[in-house]
Structure formats: structure tokens, C-alpha cells
């Protein structure tokens, strides 16, 4: 397909006759197909399965935002714009967000969308979607439905042009939701809906019958632990080439070995590519543009009992303070015993464990996992800790294996050899003190801190790990956090800033917002 004169469009059809009866505005030529260039014009182009028409986006929208986009997510931002039920599969890390709201942005121009509804994890509401709407299009209303059914209602009767909410959100609000006119539906990280049995899934499902609203649906791991995952989001998107049941799917990708197990077919790949389109896909490795290292920010909430705790602690401080001088030394005593109760589990004085309930932290880390496309290290400083998140890890039936100061150099080289050649481990967790020099993880090209460090060498050394010779892919550092103490740690590695007047400065930061 050519581009004249930006004006019109030169495609070689199989069919001219497919064209010409569906678009008055085009002709056949001695040379192929010719058809203006217009967004209506590419849009049907789009349905009668010319993949490779651009958008007019691509000659007319002013890419808004304080960052100039990649080619990649230009293509990206193209493809969904001219159609109306997309999949964008972009690895992680490839910025696919701003993609999506520059075309929503172009759509909304047009006078093609007037409301955004964002479905995204809790986590990532407000670091990735609120955030990133104030970088590329800040001149668009933006509203975040959270808490109470009666303040997500408020959020949504404001008129936002993007109203983000998460999952579970969504079920407290679906009437007014039905009711608030919106005509475009983003879905971040999808997989969330692969399962059509759940409520979650026929929530959605009944508010797209009832306002067929445009649905772009993102994940960076499409059926990624099985072909079966693919089904509820190929339904969701009303794939044509999707069967209507379940199990009819199912007898098509799966077979059966014994009473309990399925096993794919061979086939199974290429039907899961059939019904999972149209769709658009690009890998870390292909964006020659992107930089080596991204970094991403997720929320995890603490949750009631750990504000209680932390609250306390901060209250403790403060009375201990009193006027008196602050050390570097009691500054970060006082600094990791935040940092303990925002991660999980405190140690107390006698040697005891206190453990905490941590679930949004677990459930962000876990959510990372699922997005990653290769092999992942998660980066967490209480050994305590790294035992809830290997549980939790093992009950999802992701395999991981650890390595903490109590692993014998033996029975570490052993783990960091199979991490390195084998399919399994899929995560390994490790505390940052042990991540030494010289040890080479480069099978992972994502590195999750379920909690920071206080020293920025400890920090650099960490992500060294995987930021070394024979790293094949563009690499993604997640940082987790749910604290005031955790936000102003994260800024301080990433400024490489580390000495002791700044965990002072820390310490009486906190105190400060009591």
C-alpha cells in the first residue's frame, strides 16, 4: 500500500471489486486500487483486512505530550485508532500507554470518542495511567474512580474525558458506568479477563452488549500459561473466527492425555493467533528507538493494618525526636523499620517476627510476572518477606527459587546455572546484598524491587546483575511502592545520591508529614 501525495491511498486488492463496493470514494487503476485517504475511508479499509493501512493520524495529529513518541509507538497508536476492537500486545516496557492515548486523543479530535473508560490493576491507576495522561495529553480532564461506590459515582458524574478504575472498581459502579457515555473501553493488562466463568469477566461482557462502546484490550503476555487463556478476551473483543462456546474451543486447541490433563494441540498456536486479532505486536528488541533500561513505577497500596502500624512508628519517632539531635546511624534504624512494615514483616527488638498482611504488594509483584515476556528477578531486602512471596508464588504455580545470605556459594552457583540454561526457574528472589559482583542473570530482562535500598551501590550493583554483557533485550526496572519513605528512597537511587546527610534529611522528611 502506497501513500499519494498525502491524500490517497495505492493498494494492490485481490478483489478491486471488495474495495469500490464499500468505498464510494475510490477507483480502479491501471496500477491498483485508488482510495482517499480519509479516516472513514481507512477505517473500512481496516475491517476488510488491508493490515497494513495507516491512518491519517499519521499526517494530521500533532503528537501531544512532553516527549517526542517512538516510530514504534506511532505504528502502534496508528493501528488502534482505525479500529474499533484491537488487541495491543507491545511487550512491556515498550510504552504502550502513551500509544493509546494518543489515538484516543486523535479519536476524541475528531469528534469519534467523547469518554475514555480505563480498566487497569489498582497498582497502576495512578503511577502509570494518571501519570502518563499528564505527559501526553494534559490538556484532557482525567478522573481516578477509587474507595467508596458514592466517590467512584462522583469521580464518574464530573464528566472526566478518561476515567480510570480498577477491576474490581468496576462492579460497585456498573450502572452509572452503563449510564456515563463512554465510548471507548481500554483494558490494561487483559489477561485479567481471560477467564469468561468469573463475574469480573461477564461484567464487562454485559457492558459491552449493552453500549458497544470501541474496546483496545493490552497485554504484553498473550495466553501465556495456556491456549484456553485466549478464549475470554477473543469474546470480549467478538472475535468472528472465536467459537461460541467454550467447550467447542476448547476440542480445538486441547487435547485430552489422561481424566484431568489437557495437553495443547499442534495446531493450538496458530487458532490462538487467529482469534486474538486484530492485533498488534512489538518486543523490546525490535524497538531499535527505546532506551537500553526503562523504568516503570507500581502502586501497592499498604493496607489498613500496615497504615496503623506505620502511623504509629511515625508518631514513636517523633515523640523520640523531640528536639533532639538526629544521628545517621538511629535515622536509618528508624528509616528500615518503616521500609519493614511497608514490606511485610517487622523485626522486633527480642529477634521476633511481626508479620503483616501484604496482599496488594504480593498481588502488584505477581502482576508484573504475568506482563513479563522472559524471565524475571525480583530484588527483596527482608529475608522474611521473601518467604511470603515464594509462597505465594508457588501457590499461582509459577516456579521460582531463592537466594539469600543463608544459601551456601555452592548451592548458589547451582540456582544462578539453572536460572541461566534452564526453562525453570521463571523468577528468582533474591536479597540485594547477595546479588555480589560478577553474578550474571541476563536470562531476565525485568528486574522488580519489591522494596528499596537505602544505598544506591547496593541498588547499582542489583540491577548490574542483568545490565551486562550478553543481555539480549532492552530491560525493565519496576520499582514497587506503597510508603511515603519508599517514594523518596526510589527518587534518591535513581538521582544516585547516597550519604548520610540525605538519610537524615530523609528521616525528618518523614516526621514532617505526621
Same mark, same amino acid.
Given at each position: 500500500?502506497?501513500?499519494?501525495?498525502? *491524500?490517497? !491511498?495505492?493498494?494492490? +486488492?485481490?478483489? $478491486?471489486?471488495?474495495?469500490?463496493?464499500?468505498?464510494?470514494?475510490?477507483?480502479?487503476?491501471?496500477?491498483?486500487?485508488?482510495?482517499?485517504?480519509?479516516?472513514?475511508? +481507512?477505517?473500512?479499509?481496516?475491517?476488510?483486512?488491508?493490515?497494513?493501512?495507516?491512518?491519517?493520524? &499519521?499526517?494530521?495529529?500533532? /503528537?501531544?505530550?512532553?516527549?517526542?513518541?517512538?516510530?514504534?509507538?506511532?505504528?502502534?497508536?496508528?493501528?488502534?485508532?482505525?479500529?474499533?476492537?484491537?488487541?495491543?500486545?507491545?511487550?512491556?516496557?515498550?510504552?504502550?500507554?502513551?500509544?493509546?492515548?494518543?489515538?484516543?486523543?486523535?479519536?476524541?479530535?475528531?469528534?469519534?470518542? *467523547?469518554?475514555?473508560?480505563? &480498566?487497569? $490493576?489498582?497498582?497502576?491507576?495512578?503511577?502509570? /495511567?494518571?501519570?502518563? &495522561?499528564?505527559?501526553?495529553?494534559?490538556?484532557?480532564?482525567?478522573?481516578?474512580?477509587?474507595?467508596?461506590?458514592?466517590?467512584?459515582?462522583?469521580?464518574?458524574?464530573?464528566?472526566?474525558?478518561?476515567?480510570?478504575?480498577?477491576?474490581?472498581?468496576?462492579?460497585?459502579?456498573?450502572?452509572?458506568? +452503563?449510564?456515563?457515555?463512554?465510548?471507548?473501553?481500554?483494558?490494561?493488562?487483559?489477561?485479567?479477563?481471560?477467564?469468561?466463568?468469573?463475574?469480573? /469477566?461477564?461484567?464487562?461482557?454485559?457492558?459491552?452488549?449493552?453500549?458497544?462502546?470501541? #474496546?483496545?484490550?493490552?497485554?504484553?503476555?498473550?495466553?501465556?500459561?495456556?491456549? #484456553?487463556?485466549?478464549?475470554?478476551?477473543?469474546?470480549?473483543?467478538?472475535?468472528?473466527?472465536?467459537? *461460541?462456546?467454550?467447550?467447542?474451543?476448547?476440542?480445538?486447541?486441547?487435547?485430552?492425555?489422561?481424566?484431568?490433563?489437557?495437553?495443547?494441540?499442534?495446531?493450538?498456536?496458530?487458532?490462538?493467533?487467529?482469534?486474538?486479532? $486484530?492485533?498488534?505486536?512489538?518486543?523490546?528488541? =525490535?524497538?531499535?528507538?527505546?532506551?537500553?533500561?526503562?523504568?516503570?513505577?507500581?502502586?501497592?497500596?499498604?493496607?489498613?493494618?500496615?497504615?496503623?502500624?506505620?502511623?504509629?512508628?511515625?508518631?514513636?519517632? &517523633?515523640?523520640? +525526636?523531640?528536639?533532639?539531635?538526629?544521628?545517621?546511624?538511629?535515622?536509618?534504624?528508624?528509616?528500615?523499620?518503616?521500609?519493614?512494615?511497608?514490606?511485610?514483616?517487622?523485626?522486633?527488638?527480642?529477634?521476633?517476627?511481626?508479620?503483616?498482611?501484604?496482599?496488594?504488594?504480593?498481588?502488584?509483584?505477581?502482576?508484573?510476572?504475568?506482563?513479563?515476556?522472559?524471565?524475571?528477578?525480583?530484588?527483596? $531486602?527482608?529475608?522474611?518477606?521473601?518467604?511470603?512471596?515464594? @509462597?505465594?508464588?508457588?501457590?499461582?504455580?509459577?516456579?521460582? =527459587?531463592?537466594?539469600?545470605?543463608?544459601?551456601?556459594?555452592?548451592?548458589?552457583?547451582?540456582?544462578?546455572?539453572?536460572?541461566?540454561?534452564?526453562?525453570?526457574?521463571?523468577?528468582?528472589?533474591?536479597?540485594?546484598?547477595?546479588?555480589?559482583?560478577?553474578?550474571?542473570?541476563?536470562?531476565? =530482562?525485568?528486574?522488580?524491587?519489591?522494596?528499596?535500598?537505602?544505598?544506591?551501590?547496593?541498588?547499582?550493583?542489583?540491577? @548490574?546483575?542483568?545490565?551486562? @554483557?550478553?543481555?539480549?533485550?532492552?530491560?525493565?526496572?519496576?520499582?514497587?511502592?506503597?510508603?511515603?519513605?519508599?517514594?523518596? !528512597?526510589?527518587?534518591?537511587?535513581?538521582?544516585?545520591?547516597?550519604?548520610?546527610?540525605?538519610?537524615?534529611?530523609?528521616?525528618?522528611?518523614?516526621?514532617?508529614?505526621?
Amino acid at each position: 500500500m502506497k501513500i499519494i501525495d498525502n *491524500k490517497a !491511498l495505492l493498494l494492490d +486488492a485481490a478483489d $478491486p471489486s471488495l474495495v469500490t463496493d464499500n468505498i464510494h470514494k475510490s477507483a480502479e487503476t491501471t496500477e491498483g486500487v485508488l482510495v482517499k485517504w480519509g479516516h472513514t475511508e +481507512a477505517e473500512i479499509l481496516a475491517t476488510l483486512g488491508f493490515a497494513d493501512t495507516p491512518s491519517p493520524m &499519521l499526517k494530521s495529529y500533532q /503528537w501531544t505530550g512532553k516527549l517526542t513518541p517512538f516510530n514504534h509507538q506511532k505504528t502502534t497508536a496508528s493501528f488502534l485508532s482505525i479500529r474499533r476492537r484491537a488487541f495491543c500486545f507491545n511487550e512491556q516496557g515498550t510504552g504502550k500507554t502513551a500509544s493509546v492515548i494518543w489515538a484516543a486523543d486523535y479519536l476524541m479530535n475528531r469528534g469519534l470518542v *467523547k469518554r475514555v473508560l480505563v &480498566l487497569c $490493576p489498582l497498582s497502576i491507576m495512578k503511577s502509570a /495511567w494518571q501519570q502518563d &495522561l499528564f505527559k501526553f495529553a494534559m490538556h484532557r480532564s482525567c478522573g481516578v474512580a477509587h474507595g467508596s461506590a458514592s466517590q467512584r459515582e462522583k469521580v464518574i458524574d464530573t464528566g472526566a474525558e478518561f476515567v480510570i478504575i480498577n477491576f474490581d472498581g468496576l462492579a460497585t459502579v456498573k450502572d452509572k458506568i +452503563a449510564e456515563g457515555g463512554f465510548d471507548l473501553i481500554v483494558v490494561d493488562e487483559a489477561n485479567a479477563y481471560k477467564n469468561a466463568q468469573t463475574n469480573r /469477566w461477564k461484567i464487562l461482557n454485559r457492558l459491552m452488549m449493552q453500549t458497544e462502546p470501541r #474496546l483496545w484490550m493490552l497485554t504484553g503476555t498473550p495466553a501465556a500459561q495456556s491456549p #484456553l487463556d485466549a478464549y475470554g478476551l477473543a469474546k470480549l473483543a467478538g472475535s468472528p473466527t472465536c467459537p *461460541k462456546y467454550f467447550g467447542q474451543y476448547r476440542d480445538q486447541v486441547m487435547m485430552k492425555v489422561t481424566q484431568f490433563k489437557w495437553a495443547p494441540k499442534g495446531r493450538a498456536q496458530e487458532i490462538v493467533h487467529s482469534i486474538l486479532q $486484530p492485533a498488534i505486536r512489538f518486543e523490546k528488541k =525490535d524497538c531499535l528507538d527505546l532506551p537500553e533500561v526503562t523504568y516503570i513505577e507500581r502502586e501497592a497500596p499498604l493496607t489498613p493494618q500496615q497504615r496503623k502500624y506505620y502511623a504509629q512508628l511515625k508518631n514513636q519517632m &517523633l515523640f523520640e +525526636a523531640g528536639g533532639e539531635e538526629v544521628s545517621a546511624l538511629n535515622a536509618a534504624t528508624k528509616l528500615n523499620k518503616l521500609l519493614q512494615i511497608s514490606g511485610g514483616a517487622v523485626y522486633t527488638d527480642t529477634g521476633e517476627v511481626l508479620e503483616f498482611d501484604v496482599s496488594n504488594r504480593l498481588n502488584v509483584v505477581l502482576e508484573v510476572i504475568e506482563e513479563a515476556s522472559h524471565k524475571v528477578l525480583v530484588f527483596v $531486602p527482608f529475608t522474611h518477606t521473601i518467604e511470603l512471596l515464594r @509462597a505465594k508464588l508457588e501457590k499461582e504455580g509459577i516456579s521460582c =527459587d531463592v537466594i539469600n545470605g543463608k544459601v551456601s556459594l555452592n548451592k548458589r552457583t547451582e540456582i544462578i546455572d539453572k536460572f541461566q540454561t534452564e526453562k525453570d526457574p521463571h523468577v528468582l528472589l533474591i536479597q540485594p546484598q547477595a546479588a555480589s559482583h560478577g553474578i550474571t542473570l541476563t536470562a531476565a =530482562d525485568t528486574i522488580i524491587w519489591y522494596a528499596p535500598v537505602p544505598s544506591v551501590e547496593t541498588y547499582l550493583q542489583a540491577n @548490574a546483575r542483568i545490565d551486562r @554483557a550478553g543481555q539480549k533485550n532492552a530491560m525493565t526496572i519496576v520499582h514497587v511502592k506503597g510508603s511515603p519513605v519508599e517514594e523518596r !528512597l526510589y527518587t534518591m537511587l535513581r538521582g544516585n545520591i547516597d550519604n548520610h546527610q540525605k538519610i537524615i534529611d530523609l528521616y525528618r522528611q518523614e516526621l514532617d508529614t505526621v
